[in-house]
C-alpha cells in the first residue's frame, strides 16, 4: 500500500513569490492534515481538511491556504513568501474525522525562501 | 496551546530506560506520540484518550493523567533503534486539532 505521498521534495522560492505543495493522502484516507516543521519548533499544525472542506486552521495568517481536491488529494498555498516560512512542510492522512485514527505522515517538502 | 516537553534531550546506552514528559497548561482531551528519526516523517506510536489510560508498543509504553494535564513515554531497555526526536501532541477540545511539543531528542548508543 502506497504511503503518503507529496511534492515537490524540494522548493526555492525568493521572497514575495508564491509557493504551492502536493499531498496525496493513503488511499482511503478522507482527512488530509498539513503542519510546518521549522527547524527548533517542532510541529505546527497549519491546516485540517475533510471530505473537502477545511475544517480546522492553526495561527497561521491568510496567506496560508489551501484546498482537497474530490479525490481527497490536497493542495497548500503560501502567499506572499518570507523568509521565515523557510521550513519543512509536512502533510499527514488519516482514516477520518477524529484524532482517535492515528496520523500517517508523508515525507515533507523542504521549503527555502531567499 | 503548544505543550512543553521534557527533557529536550537524553543520551543512553543500550540496555538502558528513559522517561519523557509532555504537559499542557490546559485540560486534555487525547495525547499522541510520534517518533521522527533524522530526514524521515514522524511514525505514529500510539494515542492515548482521557481517562487516565495506559497503553505499550513492543517496550515503549505511556500514561495519561488528565488531573495534571500530562503525559509520559516511557522507554524501557532502550535499543538502538529507539534513537530518534519523540513528540508528543495533545488535543485540547473535541476540535482534532493537535497541537505538538517542541520534541525530545533521544539518542542510544551501543
Known amino acids: 500500500e502506497a504511503g503518503v505521498t507529496q511534492s515537490p521534495t524540494h522548493l526555492i522560492k525568493t521572497r514575495g513569490q508564491q509557493a504551492t505543495l502536493r499531498c496525496s493522502p493513503i488511499?482511503?484516507?478522507?482527512?488530509v492534515y498539513w503542519y510546518q516543521q521549522a527547524l527548533g519548533l517542532g510541529l505546527q499544525f497549519l491546516l485540517w481538511?475533510?471530505?473537502?472542506?477545511?475544517?480546522n486552521r492553526g495561527n497561521f495568517p491568510p496567506r496560508f491556504s489551501g484546498r482537497q481536491f474530490p479525490n481527497y488529494s490536497s493542495e497548500l498555498n503560501v502567499n506572499a513568501l518570507e523568509l521565515e516560512d523557510s521550513a519543512l512542510y509536512l502533510c499527514a492522512s488519516s482514516l477520518g474525522q477524529g484524532n482517535y485514527n492515528e496520523q500517517f505522515f508523508g515525507p515533507g517538502t523542504r521549503l527555502t525562501v531567499l | 496551546q503548544q505543550p512543553v516537553q521534557s527533557p529536550q534531550a537524553v543520551i543512553l546506552r543500550e540496555g538502558e530506560d528513559a522517561v519523557i514528559n509532555c504537559s499542557s497548561s490546559?485540560?486534555?482531551?487525547?495525547v499522541h506520540w510520534y517518533r521522527q528519526k533524522h530526514g524521515e516523517a514522524p511514525v505514529f506510536l500510539m494515542i492515548?484518550?482521557?481517562?487516565?489510560e495506559q497503553k505499550g508498543h513492543d517496550k515503549i509504553s505511556a500514561s495519561f493523567n488528565e488531573k495534571k494535564q500530562q503525559s509520559s513515554l516511557y522507554l524501557t531497555a532502550s535499543q538502538l533503534s529507539y534513537s530518534g526526536t519523540y513528540f508528543c501532541?495533545?488535543?485540547?477540545?473535541?476540535?482534532?486539532?493537535?497541537?505538538f511539543g517542541a520534541g525530545t531528542t533521544v539518542t542510544v548508543r551501543a
Open positions: 492515548l484518550l482521557k481517562g487516565g
Open positions: 488511499s482511503g484516507h478522507t482527512s
Open positions: 490546559k485540560a486534555l482531551y487525547s
Open positions: 481538511y475533510d471530505e473537502g472542506e477545511e475544517r
Open positions: 501532541g495533545t488535543e485540547g477540545g473535541n476540535d482534532y486539532k493537535l497541537s
